[in-house]
């Protein structure tokens, strides 16, 4: 799960917004001005549905590892539990990334060129142009100094960024910043939570490239980036 974050994305003249939806802090870029109403009604109804499964289903805000859930289960706690699983985390540090691919999705779907939903620091995206993504790694020194230039082919991905000196996300490891790329926000999300886990002990290079092995065998993650 991520951490809430300066500016950090520039993608040209698009139409930008920042909304808040319950929990949900989210930054939408869009060519369409209809596509931040309807990333904010895909997250709110995704929301409402995932609030309604959580309370018959407690265990899975709880749990700490992979959860199982019934294939009637709302699309969205699916999508959480299935890249919560192919990481070794509980369900709960891939429904932000979740909720923005979702949102993402309905952008498309109204013919959208341009789709970004960040929420609380996991980026969803799509795009027909270049968009520039920072990283923000708190007080850390190289913070907003370096990033990603995604172009066309880059597109669909997630990113995410998780950290134990930043985040309030409960976390495990002592990384400043463990990012991670994947095909959604969903898996990096997922992945980005333990490979900050697995960032831990005195000698900081060895638990940085410990953290970038956990990334390098979590099937579907394109590359990593840890701080410490």
Same mark, same amino acid.
């Given at each position: 799960?991520?951490?809430?974050?300066?500016?950090?994305?520039?993608?040209?003249?698009?139409?930008? /917004?920042?909304?808040?939806?319950?929990?949900?802090?989210?930054?939408?870029?869009?060519?369409?001005?209809? %596509?931040?109403?309807? /990333?904010?009604?895909?997250?709110?109804?995704?929301?409402?549905?995932?609030?309604?499964?959580?309370?018959?289903?407690?265990?899975?805000?709880?749990?700490?590892?992979?959860?199982?859930?019934?294939?009637?289960?709302?699309?969205?706690?699916?999508?959480?539990?299935?890249?919560?699983?192919?990481?070794?985390?509980?369900?709960?540090?891939?429904?932000?990334?979740?909720?923005?691919?979702?949102?993402?999705?309905?952008?498309?779907?109204?013919?959208?060129?341009?789709?970004?939903?960040?929420?609380?620091?996991?980026?969803?995206?799509?795009? #027909?142009?270049?968009?520039?993504?920072?990283?923000?790694?708190?007080?850390?020194?190289?913070?907003?100094?370096?990033?990603?230039?995604? #172009?066309?082919?880059?597109?669909?991905?997630?990113?995410?960024?998780?950290?134990?000196?930043?985040?309030?996300?409960?976390?495990? %490891? #002592?990384?400043?910043?463990?990012?991670?790329?994947?095909?959604?926000?969903?898996? /990096?999300?997922?992945?980005?939570?333990?490979?900050?886990?697995?960032?831990?002990?005195?000698?900081?290079?060895?638990?940085?490239?410990?953290?970038?092995?956990?990334?390098?065998?979590?099937?579907?993650?394109? %590359?990593?980036?840890?701080?410490?």
């Amino acid at each position: 799960m991520g951490l809430p974050e300066p500016e950090r994305i520039f993608a040209g003249d698009l139409h930008r /917004a920042r909304k808040a939806v319950e929990e949900a802090n989210l930054l939408i870029l869009s060519d369409l001005q209809r %596509g931040i109403d309807v /990333a904010v009604e895909s997250v709110a109804a995704h929301m409402a549905e995932l609030k309604g499964y959580v309370g018959l289903n407690p265990s899975f805000r709880l749990a700490l590892l992979p959860f199982d859930v019934e294939g009637s289960a709302p699309r969205v706690v699916r999508m959480a539990a299935e890249a919560a699983t192919r990481s070794g985390v509980g369900p709960m540090a891939a429904v932000p990334g979740a909720l923005a691919d979702l949102a993402v999705a309905s952008m498309q779907e109204i013919g959208c060129s341009v789709s970004l939903v960040e929420n609380g620091g996991e980026i969803s995206a799509t795009s #027909e142009r270049p968009i520039l993504v920072a990283i923000y790694a708190g007080r850390s020194p190289v913070s907003g100094r370096f990033g990603f230039f995604l #172009e066309k082919g880059d597109f669909p991905i997630g990113i995410a960024t998780s950290s134990a000196t930043v985040s309030h996300a409960v976390s495990f %490891g #002592e990384a400043d910043a463990a990012v991670v790329v994947s095909e959604s926000a969903a898996l /990096a999300d997922a992945a980005a939570t333990r490979v900050c886990n697995a960032v831990s002990g005195e000698d900081a290079r060895a638990s940085v490239e410990g953290g970038l092995r956990t990334a390098e065998k979590i099937p579907g993650v394109r %590359g990593a980036i840890v701080v410490r």
